[in-house]
Each structure stands twice: as structure tokens, then as C-alpha cells.
């Protein structure tokens, strides 16, 4: 990455969240005078997303650690790669992440990576397994040399707490593998996960994510004059939370890195969420997103918002080097993209897919210039072979719009648009083919285990354009010939089914919409797209919170 040409001071504005959309589990890391988050992905492929920024004000997604040949079929929603940690030392920039193969009653099936490389771009090396202990694994590169892992430890005996300590064990690079002992180094009572190590003022100092990932969430932090403890928590119960707080905009708040600036002053990189609300009820439909703070270390050593207080900011003022990035606050931000498929290969810092890469003869862009020819693949319950591309959902003002020509011949085809959550939770507008009906348009929604399909829609010959409007925890449909008016397609739909509070189960995402084509007879059929537009809206406040 480049350096910044012009080293004057300038205190500039962070607006939160700085990365929109689903991009937790920030993991946070200078180079000289570049910046990189690194967020989870889940079940998502690629997977651990990289962005990078020289003024923390903008952020550019710059591809994925794990892409060419990653796989994770078979995985449940919600598992996958979860908080992937990036760190940089002897050169190399190392990336540990977790793999969740299954999540069932109180079993856990959990693989840990390392891959390395000497370029943030890659390529990076093949994965070297740290075991399968926990969690949240992350490095902890010691000022003597010395490398170690610090996890969460997984206990699957139901009669003993799940969250079983944080643990440290050594690393020996020229080995590429664990020493093979860990020793439990902190816990605590209640659940505490996501642990960062750090040494500041002769401290090692312990971050870490307490609460669990809703809305209780929050950072506290440990601290020990020895690697190994015992290790002293923080008198107060959070350096970061809103559980305290339900009013304020940026919920769930935790999950949090440390970076020092150039200047010496401390960062915070953290999770949060932006419900929209139903009923009275919060729905984060966004997911959770990646907010930056400003912190210190206090008179007595331990770490606090600089600011004060324990709630997080949504505009936080820095002192940068480089040029003004600053933008005004408070006035709407309009923002978005369109794809023509008139490239060679998708954007694939834009698209994703589930579980693994949609091969190029299935998400063919040269069957039909300027096109994207979609074949049909598996049913939505599916944990295989899923045609569909998505991308994320940054505002809760969200337009989407496609133009489809298909030619459905049977019920058991289908292509269309859809707001997508997991395989229990999306709204799809498909255009598909019955006896009765012939080819006609239909809103099918999964929530939970219950399938709904609205009345038929007619539809005439020909393209048809299809757009989704989201406002906050709704949406609405539009179909159109590509000559005509835009029609509304009878109903509101729930958008605040497709969040991580909506029903009993342990969500982890975020909202995507894309689109999809489903063959249930695997006799090749397809549905061809074109120019995929979507544009977002927010209103960024104008003071802190």
C-alpha cells in the first residue's frame, strides 16, 4: 500500500460505523501508515473480508484472505469462519481464524487456522491447523520473540460452563504448529470471549468481548505484570457498552482492538448494530457493523473511552496525518453501486455466495454479452449447491433493482430477486411457471420452518424489470416490462424476520439481497440477468452520542 505523501496533523471525523452492513469481529492493524479491518464472514464465501485506509475516514474492501478453493459446504447458518484476528510481525502479516462445523445442543466442532503472507493481497500460504480447543483464536506476538495464541475454551460437558476460560499456548513458527499445552490464563463467571493481548506500560493487558453478542454485549479489560496472570479485571464493568442504553444508536456494542496512531494516541475498533424497530421491538436487520473510538489509558492505567463515558460515539474527532477526509455530517450520504455483468469475472469484493464459489459455468458471463446467465441449482434449504449471488445491505433505505428474462416451464423452476438472511429466513420475489397460471410472478417467504406464497402475479412476454424497496423494517415489491410503469406487487413484507433477533435461534449475520435461480429437476435450465443496481440512503448525525 502506498504512504501517505502529506504528513501534516489534521484532526478529521470518523463517522460510525465506518464499514456498513454485515462486518463484524473487527480485527484491527497498522503497517506504517496503513490501516486494515478484517471482519468475519460465516458461511459467506469468499471469506475474511480485508479493508484497508490511510485516513480511517474512507475504507475500501480489498478482497478476501480465503477465496481461490476455500469450501465450506455442509456447515450450518451461522457457522463457517468466525473472528478472524490479523496481526503483522516478522514481515509477515498473520491471519488466525475459527471454523464452526457444527453448533448442535452443547457440541461445538471448531478447527483453527494460521495463514501468512508477506503482502496483504496475498497470496497467502496453505493453513497451518492450531487445534481445536475453542475460539476466537488471536496472536499475541511478544516484544522477546516469542509468539503465542490466546482463545476461548470450549467445554462440551453440559454440566460445566460452555465457556470455559481464556487460553494461552505458545507458537513455534519454525515448527508450524502449538507447543500443545495451553494453560487457562482468565475467566470469569459469566461468558467471556473474543481475547486480544497487548503489552502497554510494561502491562500485558487482556481485551475482552463480555455479555455474549446481543444486546448485552460489551469490552472490559484484564491486566497482569506476567504473561501468564493472574490477571486483574478492570473495576469497572465496561470500557464499551450500551447495554445500559437502549436508546442510542449504535446497539450491542463489543468485540473491540486496539491500534496505536502514528501521533501515539489509541483506536478502538468494535462491533455495533443499528436496529430499525417493529412493534415496539429491535431488529437488527443490518447485522453487525464495524465502528472505530477514540481511547486512552487513564491516571490508574486502565483503558477508557478518551471521551468519557462508556457508550460509543457515532462521530469521533482524530488528529491524522495525510489529506482532509473529512465529510460533513448530518446531511443524507447517497451512496451505492451498479453492475452491468459486462466484465469478465464477478466483483467478488462485492458478491458472495454461500459456502463456496459458484463455478463460471454456473454464474456464466459469457454465454450472453452482458449478461449474467444464472443456472439453477438446489432449493434454498440447501447447504451445498445454492445458485444464488448477494451482496450486503448497508442502510436501512435500501433500493434494489434487476432486469430478468427467463422462461420457467415448470413449478419447479424459478429465478428471481431476494432479500436474504439465512436458509430459514428470506423473502424471494421469483418468477416461475404452474399449469394454472402459466409464468407468473409470486413473493415466497421462508421464516423459520413455515414457507408462505403470495397470490400469482401476471407478468407479461418479454424481460421484466424487478425492483425491492427497503424502509426500515419493511418491504415492498415492483415488477415492470422493460417499456412500461412499475407496478406494485400487492403486500408489505416483513424485512424484520430477516435479523439476528428475530426467533430463538443463535444468528450471526446480516441482510443481503441478490439474486437467484433454482433448478429442482438438475436439467440445466437458467435465468439470464441484467444490470443489478442497488443504492443506499443514511442520514449521518451531525454530533456524537
Same mark, same amino acid.
Given at each position: ?24 469481529? &473487527?480485527?484491527?492493524? $497498522? ?16 471469506? /475474511?473480508?480485508? @479493508?484497508?485506509?490511510? #485516513?480511517? /475516514? ?36 498473520? *491471519? ?7 453448533? #448442535? ?17 496475498? &497470496? ?33 460437558? !453440559?454440566?460445566?460452563?460452555?465457556? =470455559? ?7 513455534? !513458527?519454525?515448527? $508450524? ?23 502497554? #506500560? ?51 456494542? +463489543? ?65 491524522? /496525518?495525510?489529506?482532509?477526509?473529512? $465529510? ?5 450520504? @447517497? ?8 466484465? !469478465? ?39 451445498? #449447491? ?8 448497508? %442502510?436501512? %433505505?435500501?433500493?434494489? %433493482? ?5 422462461? !420457467? ?6 429465478? +428471481? ?23 407468473? *410472478?409470486? /413473493? ?11 397470490? &400469482? ?8 424489470? *424487478?425492483?425491492?424497496?427497503? =424502509? ?33 435461534? *443463535? ?23 441484467? $444490470? ?14
Amino acid at each position: 500500500m502506498s504512504v501517505s505523501p502529506d504528513r501534516t496533523p489534521r484532526v478529521v471525523s470518523i463517522q460510525n460505523p465506518v464499514l456498513r452492513g454485515f462486518n463484524p469481529d &473487527p480485527s484491527f492493524l $497498522r503497517v506504517g501508515d496503513d490501516y486494515y479491518l478484517a471482519t468475519s464472514t460465516f458461511e459467506y464465501h469468499p471469506a /475474511v473480508r480485508l @479493508h484497508h485506509s490511510t #485516513d480511517l /475516514v474512507h475504507w475500501e474492501t480489498i478482497g478476501h484472505a480465503l477465496d481461490d478453493g476455500f469450501d465450506l459446504k455442509g456447515i450450518p447458518d451461522s457457522g463457517g469462519v468466525w473472528a478472524p484476528s490479523l496481526s503483522h510481525a516478522d514481515g509477515v502479516f498473520w *491471519l488466525a481464524y475459527s471454523v464452526v462445523r457444527s453448533t #448442535d445442543g452443547d457440541d461445538k466442532d471448531i478447527d483453527n487456522y494460521l495463514v501468512t503472507a508477506t503482502d496483504i493481497g496475498g &497470496p497467502w500460504s496453505a493453513p497451518v491447523h492450531l487445534g481445536s480447543r475453542g475460539f476466537d483464536f488471536s496472536f499475541f506476538h511478544d516484544p522477546d520473540g516469542s509468539h503465542w495464541i490466546v482463545g476461548v475454551q470450549w467445554d462440551q460437558r !453440559p454440566e460445566h460452563p460452555s465457556f =470455559s476460560g481464556l487460553v494461552i499456548e505458545q507458537y513455534l !513458527p519454525e515448527e $508450524r504448529r502449538c507447543a500443545g499445552e495451553a494453560r487457562v490464563i482468565y475467566s470469569e463467571d459469566s461468558l467471556v470471549e473474543g481475547p486480544n493481548l497487548y503489552v502497554v #506500560d510494561g502491562w500485558y493487558r487482556l481485551l475482552i468481548a463480555a455479555g455474549g453478542t446481543g444486546w448485552n454485549h460489551g469490552i472490559t479489560s484484564a491486566r497482569s505484570r506476567s504473561l501468564f496472570g493472574p490477571y486483574e479485571r478492570d473495576p469497572r464493568p465496561a470500557v464499551l457498552t450500551t447495554r445500559d442504553a437502549p436508546g442510542e444508536p449504535l446497539q450491542k456494542a +463489543g468485540h473491540g482492538e486496539l491500534v496505536q496512531t502514528p501521533a501515539g494516541g489509541w483506536l478502538l475498533a468494535h462491533l455495533a448494530s443499528r436496529p430499525t424497530m417493529h412493534l415496539g421491538e429491535r431488529y437488527s436487520t443490518l447485522g453487525r457493523e464495524t465502528c472505530l473510538q477514540a481511547v486512552r489509558f487513564d491516571e490508574d492505567g486502565w483503558l477508557r473511552l478518551r471521551d468519557g463515558g462508556h457508550h460509543p460515539q457515532t462521530v469521533v474527532a482524530i488528529e491524522a /496525518v495525510g489529506p482532509d477526509a473529512s $465529510r460533513a455530517a448530518g446531511s443524507p450520504v @447517497h451512496r451505492g453501486f451498479a453492475d452491468e455483468f459486462d466484465q !469478465p469475472e464477478l466483483d467478488r469484493r462485492r458478491w458472495s455466495t454461500l459456502r463456496s464459489a459458484v463455478p463460471g459455468d454456473v454464474a456464466d458471463l459469457r454465454a450472453r454479452t452482458g449478461w449474467l446467465r444464472l443456472r439453477g441449482g438446489h432449493s434454498p434449504s440447501s447447504v451445498f #449447491d445454492q445458485s444464488m449471488l448477494v451482496t450486503r445491505i448497508e %442502510e436501512h %433505505e435500501s433500493t434494489v %433493482e434487476i432486469v430478468l428474462d427467463a422462461a !420457467p416451464t415448470s413449478p419447479r423452476e424459478a429465478a +428471481g430477486l431476494i432479500a436474504w438472511y439465512d436458509r430459514s429466513g428470506w423473502i424471494w420475489l421469483q418468477l416461475t411457471f404452474d399449469a394454472e397460471h402459466g409464468r407468473h *410472478l409470486r /413473493v415466497v417467504q421462508r421464516d423459520g420452518t413455515r414457507t408462505t406464497r403470495s397470490e &400469482p402475479v401476471a407478468v407479461p412476454a418479454g424481460p421484466l424489470r *424487478l425492483r425491492a424497496e427497503l =424502509s426500515g423494517p419493511e418491504l415492498r415489491f415492483a415488477v415492470a416490462g422493460t417499456a412500461s410503469e412499475w407496478s406494485a406487487v400487492p403486500g408489505v413484507w416483513p424485512a424484520w424476520t430477516l435479523s439476528d433477533d428475530h426467533g430463538d435461534r *443463535l444468528r450471526f449475520t446480516g441482510l443481503f439481497f441478490g439474486v437467484r435461480a433454482d433448478d429442482l429437476d438438475g436439467r440445466g435450465w437458467a435465468a439470464d440477468f441484467d $444490470r443489478f443496481e442497488i443504492g443506499f440512503v443514511d442520514s449521518r448525525s451531525a454530533s456524537s452520542s
